[in-house]
């Protein structure tokens, strides 16, 4: 893990996510102290497939039905 203050890192940004992207741990610390850590960003969310559940789900005919006045007037306000 490598230690740079603010104006180094401001000065040299570039060359730091260089470093960071080849897996290493940037930290930018001000007078001395550790304010903050610059590290590889990491995309965890799961890919997301059109049509991943077909067949898997089914709907009752009665899904289709209207709906009744009492609960219309509800969502109509």
């Known amino acids: 893990m ?14 730091l996510l260089v470093q960071v992207e080849a897996g290493e741990e940037i ?9 903050a ?9 799961p890919v997301r497939r059109f049509g991943a559940l077909k067949g898997r789900l089914t709907v009752d005919d009665s899904f289709f039905d209207p709906l009744p006045e009492s609960e219309l007037a509800a969502w109509e306000g």
């Open 2 to 15: 490598t230690t740079v203050n603010v104006h180094e890192a401001k000065t040299h940004l570039s060359r």
């Open 27 to 35: 930290v930018i610390a001000r007078s001395g102290k550790p304010v």
């Open 37 to 45: 850590r610059l590290v590889a960003h990491r995309n965890n969310r």
